[in-house]
T-cell receptor
Framework: ETGVTQSPTHLIKTRGQQVTLRCSSQSGHNTVSWYQQALGQGPQFIFQ???????GRGNFPPRFSGLQFPNYSSELNVNALELDDSALYLC?????????????FGEGSRLTVL | AQSVTQPDIHITVSEGASLELRCNYSYGATPYLFWYVQSPGQGLQLLLK????DTLVQGIKGFEAEFKRSQSSFNLRKPSVHWSDAAEYFCAVGPNAGNNRKLIWGLGTSLAVNP
């Protein structure tokens, strides 16, 4: 069973740039959620994708966008980066309808915005 | 307002000592409760969850938690801590088992273990 993998693990960008983060979901999982975890904070829900469509969104501006592909992998795109976007971005996969509530997390992509 | 409070930002215990991490929540409906652990350089891993039934739930790595509705608490316990338990621990609550996108997370408790 392959777990959730994320890339890149670390990256540095400057203000105003754009970034794309990638996530491969755990085998058999059809739902992907993205979280932002700032230093010293708990995860903050960005959005969730199911069947290639956004299935719920947290309190994040439109410059945070995403995609889910037919193989259930996903991308998180952030445009016009701001200093406050510096954080660990976590991807979590789950099985819709599985009714366990469990999220399976990747190790995250740490983004630093200078 | 819905919220999760983990009152202890940082806890240090000696290896072999018992551990209790506190979690208090404010939630309008019957909550579904979770504890996740985040080890350095790793993603979050589910330790245990409570949906219904027996209020004392067992999890992985020897952890257990007790749901106390009257106190709005879901404290995590372990009778004997191992050095490998040093990590960040997060409590989360949600409206139902399948709606994981609406989880509300605490700020976490950082656990250090002295040899």
């Amino acid at each position: 069973e392959t777990g959730v993998t994320q890339s890149p693990t670390h990256l540095i960008k400057t203000r105003g740039q754009q970034v794309t983060l990638r996530c491969s979901s755990q085998s058999g999982h059809n739902t992907v959620s993205w979280y932002q975890q700032a230093l010293g904070q708990g995860p903050q829900f960005i959005f969730q994708y199911y069947r290639e469509e956004e299935n719920g969104r947290g309190n994040f501006p439109p410059r945070f966008s995403g995609l889910q592909f037919p193989n259930y992998s996903s991308e998180l795109n952030v445009n016009a980066l701001e200093l406050d976007d510096s954080a660990l971005y976590l991807c979590a996969s789950s099985l819709a309808g599985g009714n366990t509530g469990e999220l399976f997390f990747g190790e995250g992509s740490r983004l630093t915005v200078l | 307002a819905q919220s999760v409070t983990q009152p202890d930002i940082h806890i240090t215990v000696s290896e072999g000592a018992s551990l209790e991490l506190r979690c208090n929540y404010s939630y309008g409906a019957t909550p579904y409760l979770f504890w996740y652990v985040q080890s350095p350089g790793q993603g979050l891993q589910l330790l245990l969850k409570y949906f219904s039934g027996d209020t004392l739930v067992q999890g992985i790595k020897g952890f257990e938690a007790e749901f106390k509705r009257s106190q709005s608490s879901f404290n995590l316990r372990k009778p004997s801590v191992h050095w490998s338990d040093a990590a960040e621990y997060f409590c989360a609550v949600g409206p139902n088992a399948g709606n994981n996108r609406k989880l509300i997370w605490g700020l976490g408790t950082s656990l250090a273990v002295n040899p």
